[in-house]
């Protein structure tokens, strides 16, 4: 992975200076309210309904075992003992002190992380393929383009009060495991037909709102001119974007307004103008990224013999098996395969860890996959790298310290925002509807029948919780200072994505497990052989969930 | 590169840039040798009754006197409003002393794009001021953007403000201050 320099040591202590000067100015009443409120903003610390909430930057989601022990002790030391994973693939505590945040961001620059940028109106954290690197679909690993978008983002001078935040995602896949449909910005890794990497540029998507899929602008950008031209679009977007009303700030307001074409053209000028300058990625700057992503000391396995060994295990447990088909995924190099850490059994909200935990995250990372973990956009965590032959060791400690739920892609493996319980935006809470959720679908068989389904919760319309491109979301609503519950179906975040339409008029939260029961069993009687949630939502449309769901008691 | 275009649309007439005395100027506390004439009577000016001594004109009523004020255009500079982008100048940058920008609230920070472009694709080599309602803590990223005065209208003593120019001694990406990525920078080391 990306290791600090003196050069990146040097800016990160700077800018912990600086926002230690900040605070003190703020707490001593000599920086405003309103004129701290961005600034702490594009630190990480929001103020929340019970305490400020500090949001650490993960890049691209890869992060170290020592980091991850620096975590587990940060939250034993400045908060109540856990964390949260975000679906930006970052760490949120969410009881820390102002007076400590200083603190708490040298504790972190010590081992090279930062919770610069991570909100605030600026370039967020660039977000990518968990399965990066060791994906079979995989064309080009994107991280190193990652790593120098980040350097580029931040702390970009130009571009740190933009109209509104501005998210960035890269896919170097076939499966687009990334949603980058749905970021402002969304990064398509391609080779053209003389074999040259290049890159599909989206602009456009986004959730909250106004949910909209991104376009794309241009179908072939060359290689060496992914920076210029991501700057060319921000700078577009700062000069026109709109400031009059906070909702239709965001690009995917501007892209609509101007048009794609027109949106198109004007980065395009703006481009023609910068291209040949300085940002241009030069073969030595492309392959100096790269060596920060070597492939690890991979042993020559005989997978035959894994495969095997690994089957007759899965033959013998068939707990174990049902972790295998689900928790695990495929590794481009024989005898190695990718994990899932599951943060969602039922009853925890999903992607809360324990300092306990996140101290066996470490150690399992660097008991069986080279020291590095991933967060995914999904709130779980990734071990990529682990021999076959370990799988069955790593899943009975895996087992032991909770990770082990077998729901990877399931129902149960929702990704749910902090909701009503921590928010002050949220106008209903989402993690009690994902415990009842849970709760009511809690038989495994059943859950594997129903296959591969995306089910997102979001506490307000803000949708960090993506519920429009779950194929079942769901929106907490405010009904005359009561909490209600919009359902969407059809969503998707994939390559194929699409967002989600209104069942109807919303329900409370009792009703919430069993509406989710009759738009299973619709699903059920409907499915052809085999059939996805999704594509048998695709072939019959929203009609027939309405009339089960919405059908009078006779 | 695009020539300047007359603003077709009246506006109406927002917020509008103090002119402090004194101001921050190549990194020093300097006083402020320019008046400054804010949007609102500007109906009334023409090259002929405009005061005399320095003054910074909005950018309408610039490009209405500009061939009229050749004369005088050692003492003229130009300030943009936050929706007025630095190609309405282009070219015709290279004849001014001075051109600021308007911040009409710190949040809003399209100023920063004028200051990269003046300097990057103007060749703009005058003085290019911060004006409105900036705060001490984007002065780092202003400076990175071409700014080197700095108009301050806040409650703060400037003397504070000048340790706020260098919060980072190093940077990731290019800008006006710094011509080469870091990225270039260590690929060449």
């Given amino acids: 992975m990306y290791r600090y320099d003196e050069q990146d040591r040097k800016l990160v202590r ?4 600086q926002f230690r000067g900040q605070t003190e100015r703020y707490l001593a009443g000599e920086l405003k309210e309103e004129e701290f409120l961005p600034l702490r903003l594009q630190n990480g610390l929001y103020v929340q309904r019970l305490a400020p909430m ?13 980091q991850v022990r620096r975590l587990a002790h940060i939250t034993r030391k400045y908060d109540k003992g856990y964390a949260h994973f975000t679906t930006r693939q970052n760490v949120q505590l969410n009881w820390p ?7 708490i961001l040298a504790e972190l620059a010590e081992v090279e992380m930062h919770a610069v940028q991570t909100s605030g109106n600026c370039i967020r954290n660039t977000t990518t393929d968990q399965f990066a690197g060791v994906a079979r679909d995989e064309l080009i690993d994107p991280r190193p383009y990652c790593e120098l978008i980040r350097q580029w983002s931040t702390f970009h001078p130009e571009f740190a009060f933009l109209p509104r935040k501005f998210k960035i995602a890269v896919c170097g896949a076939e499966q687009d495991r990334a949603a980058i449909r749905a970021h402002d910005i ?3 890794i391609v080779k053209n037909d003389q074999g040259e990497t290049g890159f599909q540029i989206l602009v456009g998507g986004g959730l909250g709102r106004t949910p909209i899929l991104g376009v794309a602008i241009r179908d072939f950008l060359p290689e060496t001119h992914l920076l210029s031209y991501l700057e060319a679009i921000v700078r577009v977007y700062n000069q026109l974007g709109r400031r009059d009303n906070k909702f239709k700030a965001r690009i995917k307001i501007l892209v609509k307004a101007l048009g794609p074409e027109e949106f198109a053209r004007r980065v395009e000028a703006e481009w023609e103008q910068i291209k040949d300058g300085a940002d241009q990625l030069t073969p030595e700057a492309i392959s100096w990224a790269q060596r ?20 007759d295990q899965a033959g013998e447990d068939k707990a174990f098996a049902r972790w295998l088909e689900r928790n695990t995924f495929p590794h481009r190099v024989p005898g190695y395969q990718a994990v899932t850490l599951s943060t969602k059994p039922t009853g925890i909200p999903p992607g809360d860890v324990t300092d306990r935990q996140l101290e066996a995250i470490a150690d399992l990372a660097d008991q069986y996959s080279f020291g590095e973990v991933r967060v995914t956009h999904e709130q779980n965590v990734v071990l990529a790298d682990v021999e076959q032959e370990k799988l069955f060791e790593l899943w009975q400690a895996a087992r032991k310290q909770g990770f082990a739920t077998p729901n990877i892609g399931t129902l149960t493996d929702m990704i749910c925002c902090p909701g009503g319980d921590y928010c002050s935006l949220a106008n209903a809470k989402s993690i009690p509807v994902a415990e009842a959720i849970q709760r009511k679908f809690d038989d495994l068989d059943y859950l594997y029948d129903l296959g591969d389904l995306d089910l997102n919760i979001s506490g307000c319309m803000n949708a960090c919780g993506h519920h429009h491109i779950g194929h079942i979301g769901i929106l ?39 509406t989710i029961g009759k738009i ?8 052809q052989p085999e059939e996805l949630f999704i594509d048998t939502y695709n072939r019959i449309g929203l009609q027939p969930f309405k009339e089960r769901v919405y059908a009078k008691a006779s | 590169m695009p020539k300047p275009a007359k603003p ?18 190549d990194g020093a506390v300097a006083d402020n040798q320019w008046n400054l004439l804010p949007l609102g009577d500007e109906a009334e000016i023409t090259a002929d009754n405009l005061a005399p001594g320095k003054v910074i004109l909005p950018l309408s009523v610039w490009l209405e006197l500009r061939e009229d004020l050749q004369e005088r255009k050692e003492e003229i500079g130009v300030w943009l409003d936050s929706d007025e982008t630095a190609d309405l100048i282009g070219e015709y940058a290279a004849e001014l002393p001075l051109i600021a920008a308007h911040f009409p609230a710190f949040t809003d920070g399209r100023g920063f794009t004028v200051g990269r472009l003046l300097r990057e694709r103007y060749g703009f080599t005058g003085e290019v001021r911060a004006v409105g309602n900036f705060i001490r803590d984007q002065l780092t990223y202003l400076t990175r953007c071409g700014f080197n005065a700095f108009a301050y209208q806040g409650d703060q003593p400037l003397e504070g403000l000048l340790e706020s120019l260098g919060d980072f001694t190093d940077s990731y990406q290019a800008a006006v201050d710094q011509p080469l990525p870091i990225f270039r920078r260590r690929a060449l080391a």
């Fill in chain 1, 476 to 514: 907490g609503v405010d009904k005359k200072g009561e909490e209600f519950y919009q359902v969407q179906l059809g969503g998707s975040s994939n390559e194929k994505a699409s967002l989600g339409k209104v069942l109807g008029p919303s329900f409370s939260r009792e009703e919430m497990p069993e």
């Fill in chain 2, 8 to 25: 077709s649309v009246k506006k109406p007439v927002g917020a509008q840039p103090e002119n402090p005395a004194q101001l921050i100027l």
């Fill in chain 1, 292 to 311: 920060f992503f070597p492939e690890p000391a991979y042993k020559t396995i005989d997978s035959g013999h894994s495969e095997a060994v690994l089957r």
């Fill in chain 1, 97 to 103: 002190n102002l007076e400590d945040v200083p603190d």
């Fill in chain 1, 54 to 66: 500090l949001r650490i930057a993960v890049p691209y989601g890869l992060m170290n075992s020592a």
């Fill in chain 1, 14 to 17: 700077e800018r912990v200076a």
């Fill in chain 1, 186 to 188: 969304g990064v398509q």
């Fill in chain 1, 520 to 527: 299973l069993d619709v699903f059920a009687e409907n499915r």
